[in-house]
């Protein structure tokens, strides 16, 4: 079965601090990549997606992604983090082999301390 | 636009009770799906359906039954439920596949004793 791997559990940043977030997928042939976001007491929501072309994804809130095929990575950056940033961050995939349902790996908590 | 809501927030059960969980949106979307999130496993997929009349099992459909009578209402139903099914659950729509914007309902945390 297809699966999403989400490497860090928690981060702790100070402000101001660059972030990445870790995500890799297994093979499952055509993919489509995402990075959801859910802030404390706001409903989950998109912050950037990948479906081709350039691999250097462009979001919102200054997030950026890469996506690296050889590695089957999706990892997610912002160069200077805010306290606003503090949320659980969530990759997904659909796979085609799995009829493009979505999957998603188990979320990374970020904790940005002012 | 509402956009997703969910009924109700929280909501405690003993084993063996049933209950549905409403779900509903204003965007005339086709594509709506029900997760649920538990620690350390990320979001997982109980069932979805890709317009009115049409449902399909996810990864987890077990305990579980949906139908889609409308495009706006998709409710999750809890047949018998057990302390596994303790979890939170999201609604989300989507325009027309799972490869659209999912947008989410703001959860249902379920606790069964």
């Known amino acids: 079965a297809q699966s999403v791997s989400q490497h860090n559990h928690h981060v702790i940043l100070s402000e101001a601090a660059s972030l990445e977030l870790g995500c890799n997928y297994s093979?499952?042939?055509?993919?489509?990549l995402f990075w959801y976001v859910q802030y404390p007491g706001q409903h989950l929501q998109l912050l950037l997606k990948?479906?081709?072309?350039?691999?250097l994804v462009k979001g919102i809130k200054g997030f950026e992604a890469e996506f690296i095929k050889s590695k089957f990575s999706f990892n997610l950056r912002k160069p200077s983090v805010q306290w606003s940033d503090t949320a659980e961050y969530f990759c997904a995939v659909t796979f085609r082999s799995n009829d493009y349902k979505l999957s998603f790996g188990a979320g990374t908590t970020v904790t940005v301390r002012a | 636009n509402a956009g997703v809501t969910q009924t109700p927030k929280f909501q405690v059960l003993k084993t063996g009770q049933s209950m549905t969980l409403q779900c509903a949106q204003d965007?005339?979307?086709?594509?709506m799906s029900w997760y649920r999130q538990d620690p350390g496993m990320g979001l997982r997929l109980i069932h979805y359906?890709?317009?009115?009349?049409?449902?399909d099992q996810g990864e987890v459909p077990n305990g579980y039954n949906v139908s889609r009578s409308t495009t706006e209402d998709f409710p999750l139903r809890l047949l018998s439920a057990a302390p596994s099914q303790t979890s939170v659950y999201f609604c989300?729509?989507?325009?027309?596949?799972?490869?659209?914007?999912?947008?989410f309902g703001p959860g249902t945390r379920l606790t069964v004793l």
């Open positions: 965007m005339n979307h086709e594509y």
């Open positions: 990948y479906f081709s072309g350039d691999p």
């Open positions: 093979y499952g042939g055509t993919v489509n």
């Open positions: 359906s890709v317009g009115a009349g049409i449902t």
């Open positions: 989300a729509s989507s325009y027309s596949d799972p490869t659209d914007t999912q947008y």
